[in-house]
């Protein structure tokens, strides 16, 4: 399983741009990327996957570079209720057998 | 009503005691999944079931046995429970593609 960082915690305010890096040197070819939100006492939520290049959806943005052993997760224009712990996931999600592991994650806190 | 459901939500208990902690989905999923959680940490894995007849360990199985009793249920049980269990425990669904696993509300285990 490759194993990821991620900064322990990040602060900004609503309406600015928030970039969470997560470093994965070890990724293998069948890996994918997921991240993952998670508020107080709730269960993890997905939010995006990506295996390479930029993936987009109504809620974030996944970049990817070409070697993969990083991906920055970019939030738009946050807001207080995006307060939360983000974790980065590495692993073949398809392959029989397969565990992802959730490292620490990244608590970022939204200011007003 | 919710995808996943567990229960209990909420559960104190004594040294030595049993304890079943219960996992439905309505999703229709094939595979099923225990992770633990402490306090400011990730989430780590228990156990995990890719359909009824299959159960696999996860990274922390030790003292810890699961049941499937039909595609919908998964049941977590600590045969005789320790205090160093007390931790948040989520149970979790996905399909055979594994894209995204879908997260129940989580079981508080308090043991004393």
């Known amino acids: 399983l490759a194993k990821t960082t991620q900064p322990i915690s990040m602060d900004s305010y609503e309406g600015q741009e928030v970039n969470i890096t997560c470093s994965h040197n070890n990724i293998a070819t069948n890996d994918y990327i997921t991240w993952y939100q998670q508020f107080p006492s709730q269960g993890p939520r997905f939010i995006i996957q990506?295996?390479?290049t930029k993936v987009t959806n109504e809620v974030a943005s996944l970049f990817i570079p070409a070697d993969r052993k990083s991906s920055t997760l970019s939030l738009p224009r946050v807001s207080l209720s995006d307060t939360a712990v983000y974790y980065c996931l590495v692993g073949d999600i398809r392959a029989a057998g397969n565990k992802l592991t959730f490292g620490g994650g990244t608590r970022v806190l939204v200011k007003p | 009503d919710a995808d996943v459901t567990q229960t209990p939500r909420n559960r104190i208990t004594k040294t030595g005691k049993r304890i079943m902690l219960e996992c439905s989905q309505t999703?229709?999923?094939?595979?099923m999944y225990w992770y633990r959680q402490d306090p400011g940490l990730g989430l780590r894995l228990i156990y995990y079931?890719?359909?009824?007849?299959?159960?696999n360990k996860g990274e922390i199985s030790d003292g810890y046995s699961v049941s499937r009793q039909a595609q919908a249920k998964f049941s977590l049980s600590l045969e005789s429970a320790i205090p160093n269990q007390t931790a948040l425990y989520f149970c979790a669904t996905s399909d055979l593609q594994g894209v995204e696993q879908f997260f129940g509300p989580g079981t508080r285990l308090t043991v004393l």
């Open positions: 999703k229709g999923h094939d595979r």
């Open positions: 990506g295996y390479k």
């Open positions: 079931s890719f359909d009824v007849k299959d159960i």
